[in-house]
């Protein structure tokens, strides 16, 4: 037992003398002895320039073209100036089911089902959506079939078959999903929040119904098409295995001797209307927990506050660490997820939200800390802790939007599509410089000037017996949380998005 204990003070002292040592050589050596007293040099780094991948084409569209030859593939982005606006009234969905169907109908030459076997074949992915306020085709395959893929592109833009058998397919298919639209809460929240957001009848709510559905004839795919996939309705985001010149040249080609010519595109219509303020419900009995969107008015991304509206909001909700998770998930444990979101909309602004999903007993009380914190974060300046933590954030974060060429040609694309380039080229070089200059009277500034509580919304969905009840222990009532201003939402109808008839009052 002596040799033990001898042994093992013997062990202690070379333990104590080996850190000694190594803290003194560390020291020595102008390396910090502890993680928090390291020091790093600032990030230098800078965005590519915009204008260096940019070209016109003559043919007509504006395309990013970045080459890449870490994988032999080639990615093919085409972003076209239509979207769900443009759905004629009574024929909701034409828009989506025309996108769906472009890629998925066969083309002139070649059937749908021998298109996909061809793609297969070739190991090449191609797809095309239109939905919101833009329309895609996008087409990825291996550098080597790059010729015979933008033959099949051109056939896809130019010629779709819109074929019998797969518009009937897809039609029942978007009847089916339609016949689901009450069984999951959180789609009966995302819609209902859509329309106290920006209005019932604004373009972005017109829900397709089964009647839209069933009207749309192929020569209604037909005419939508060529309305808006012509050539300088599109813009393209070109990026892989390629000589850059060539592939310009190519894209040239792609493009040129369009068959039809189109229709001037279309304004985004923003005729937005934010509801009454009050809380709202869909009484859902079946769900032991309730799903909560709180709303206020929000920016549009050109906005001279939206720097400092971003980072107000990733200290309120929209970090990890931000105050709303603290508080309602943290310290109180009513919810797994709670967050805030306050994007800037591109055409028309877009909402302040709060979200979270509690236990139907707690979602008033959970409602009223989220409600406790908007209130401290316009009263009180937030600390230089928090305003630092969450600036850097962002700064340290940016250069991970130009990881990869596919990524920059994307943003580059989007930006175009958007016309924040035209109006903001400079955008993304001084983003940085504009987040840094972020003060925290920047950000109660903007937190009292937009987190009014005056004007806020608070949509629950879930079941209304026990949300209305509330916590035991807790005297919060949902009801009554903005001025006792409450008004129950009945459920729609799956097929034809009528209200139902509300649940008798027990």
Known sequence: MKKIQTTAC??????????????????????????????FPPLNYEPPAQARFRV?????????????RELPLVNIAIYV???????????????????????HSGTKSKSADALEERLAFLA????????????????NLLSKD?????????????????????????????????????????????????????????????????????SITPADLAAFHQASFYPSNLIVAVNGDFERAEMISKLNALFSGWPFAGKPPVAVPTNTVFAAPGVYLVNKPEVNQGRVSMLLPGVRRDNPDYFAVAVMNDILGGGFNSRIVNRV??????????????????YYPLTFSVGFQSKSRTVGY????????????????????????????????????????????AIFAQDEFTGRYATHPDYWKNYRSRLAAVTGADVQRVARKYLTLDKLVILAVGNKEEMLLGQPGHPVKLQELTGGKFTELPLRDPLTMRPLPLSPAK
């Not at 090449?124 to 087409?139: D, E, F, K, P, R």
């Not at 933008?150 to 298919?173: C, H, M, N, S, Y």
């Open 10 to 39: 013997a062990l202690t002292l070379l333990l104590c003398s080996a850190g000694f040592s190594l803290k003194t050589t560390a020291q020595d050596n102008g390396i910090a002895d502890r993680p928090e007293k390291l020091s």
């Open 56 to 68: 016109t084409l003559p043919t007509g569209p504006i395309a990013y073209v970045l080459p890449d």
């Open 81 to 103: 100036k239509t979207g769900e606006y443009l759905d004629p009234a009574g024929q909701e969905g034409l828009a989506d089911l025309t996108g769906y169907l472009l890629t």
């Open 124 to 139: 090449a992915h191609l797809s095309s959506a239109v939905s919101g306020s833009q329309g895609s085709v996008t087409l």
């Open 146 to 214: 790059v010729d015979e893929g933008l033959g099949i592109l051109r056939e896809v833009l130019t010629a779709p078959r819109f074929q019998a058998d797969k518009i009937e397919l897809r039609k029942q298919q978007l009847l089916q999903d339609m016949q689901q639209r009450n069984d999951d809460s959180s789609g009966i929240e995302g819609r209902e929040a859509g329309f106290l957001a920006y209005g019932e009848h604004f373009w972005e709510n017109r829900q397709p119904t089964a009647a839209s559905i069933q």
């Open 329 to 346: 998930r943290g310290e109180e444990g009513l919810a797994y997820d709670a967050h805030s979101t306050f994007a800037g909309g591109t």
């Open 366 to 409: 959970a409602a009223s800390l989220a409600m406790e914190e908007i209130r401290r974060i316009a009263a009180e300046p937030v600390s230089d802790q928090e305003l630092n933590t969450s600036k850097h954030g962002f700064i340290d974060r940016f250069p991970r939007a130009f990881a990869t060429k596919g990524q920059t040609a």
